[in-house]
């Protein structure tokens, strides 16, 4: 029913949308999908990967001939010729021609592998695959051991060499800024000389985005003082250390399974439980030498008494616990959503316009201190930490064009992001009772 007497007008607050960068991350494949170049895949559970893998070739014959094994695919393999890609050949026998090889491909249906000794003569063919596959596999085997409450991409960057693969992941993550929070990189990737300068196109203070890198013990160093890189040398020390596994999944999966809240609060990185992993064998050398090139590895927590693999020491490769650059950036990502979502309310409600006036200053510092209350609530940021503004009238003094132009540049923050223990010392004194 109409009221010519009352007229009411009604005014709509949207709330923001909770940005889930941070729970977003990609395993990249180095040719093991049927994606295409480019394009990725959401995986919740691990058998959502078996229909996406690249199908195996059979093999019409293996020649061994001055330690250089050629294969011959009964049908064109579809590499590149010329590239230098990783291939596992399965099922030939006799059994020394089976195995993950640097392969040469050096024709439409023909590639070449170095072999030391002479398998002797080819009986049975078998199949090639791509090497990346049974490694796409363990990182979403490894991924999804820890647990199945969160989701995984795949990005698929093509059958080729490792600087190949490497350029077009530069070209995906322009073209893709702030899609992904991490990306777990092959382990070929680690030897590469062109990783490390794209690594530091993504070391900036404002840059929210790492690279898991896999390295061994010679190259682990490297990478140390960049901080886009979160680096791990596996299972140094065991026998056979499982195929199956991918360290560093293991640590993705702690990362994107944190989801901040009064309830879930965010524990430092540096001793974190993991599953799915096989426990490092470490001498104290090397694992002094590690933490000091701020390099991760996973083994038992021995030292608490403690069976379960643990991460150490949780840092990025510029020794910064991952926890101290996941508060800066989960404060980056909350600050700009929050004052973003006030300046469009603020736009749109007649009752309560966000003018540029000091009301509007105060406003926006409020809700900007909320967001930073919350932070410290969930155990990212240390206590105090005080959102400052600059008075209105001393800014447009200061900054007279400023205001005709709808900029204020006047909000600050001191915060000093939450880590935790990683060395106590405790002194103790014993001395013999004196008697008189």
Not at 68 to 89: C, D, E, F, K, R
Not at 260 to 288: D, E, H, L, Y
Not at 324 to 330: F, L, P, Q, R
Request: charged letters at 10%; hydrophobic letters at 40%; glycine letters at 8%.
């Amino acid at each position: 029913m109409s009221n010519d007497i009352v007229q009411i007008n009604v005014s709509q607050q949207v709330g923001a949308t909770p940005s889930t960068l941070q729970q977003t991350g990609a395993c990249i494949s180095n040719g093991a999908t049927t994606l295409a170049e480019g394009t990725t895949a959401l995986i919740t559970q691990t058998s959502d990967l078996t229909p996406l893998l690249v199908a195996p070739q059979a093999l019409t014959s293996l020649t061994w001939l001055s330690s250089v094994v050629t294969g011959t695919t009964t049908a064109p393999h579809g590499y590149t010729t010329g590239q230098s890609i990783y291939l596992t050949i399965a099922g030939a026998a006799p059994a020394g021609y089976n195995g993950t090889f640097l392969a040469s491909i050096t024709g439409a249906s023909t590639f070449t592998y170095p072999l030391t000794t002479n398998p002797g003569t080819e009986t049975t063919p078998g199949t090639v695959i791509s090497g990346s596959v049974a490694e796409l596999t363990s990182m979403i085997d490894t991924f999804f051991a820890n647990g199945s409450t969160v989701s995984v991409n795949v990005l698929e960057v093509g059958a080729v060499s490792s600087t190949v693969g490497i350029a077009n992941f530069a070209t995906w993550l322009m073209a893709n800024l702030n899609k992904i929070y991490l990306a777990l990189l092959p382990r070929s990737w680690a030897a590469d000389s062109t990783l490390l300068p794209l690594g530091k196109l993504y070391s900036s203070t404002t840059s929210k985005f790492y690279m898991l890198t896999t390295c061994s013990m010679a190259d682990y160093a490297e990478y140390a003082a960049t901080k886009c890189f979160v680096t791990a040398v596996e299972a140094a020390g065991v026998a056979t250390p499982p195929s199956t596994e991918f360290d560093l999944a293991s640590f993705m999966w702690n990362v994107l399974n944190q989801n901040p809240s009064t309830t879930n609060k965010v524990p430092p990185m540096a001793f974190r439980f993991v599953s799915g992993v096989t426990g490092s064998n470490f001498t104290g050398p090397q694992q002094s030498a590690l933490k000091a090139g701020f390099c991760n590895y996973f083994i038992t927590g021995a030292a608490g008494g403690i069976s379960n693999i643990i991460t150490k020491w949780g840092t990025t490769a510029d020794g910064r616990d991952f926890t101290y650059w996941y508060a800066v950036d989960w404060l980056q990502i909350n600050i700009a959503l929050a004052l973003s979502n006030e300046i469009i309310n603020g736009s749109n409600n007649p009752i309560n316009p966000l003018g540029y006036n000091q009301n509007g200053i105060n406003r926006l510092q409020l809700r900007a201190q909320q967001t930073t209350n919350s932070g410290i609530t969930y155990a990212l940021i240390l206590s105090p930490a005080t959102v400052q503004a600059v008075p209105f009238a001393q800014y447009v003094a200061d900054n007279p064009n400023d205001y005709f132009e709808g900029v204020y540049n006047g909000l600050s923050l001191v915060m000093t992001p939450q880590i935790g223990f990683k060395s106590i010392t405790f002194n103790i004194s014993v001395t013999d009772f004196i008697t008189s």
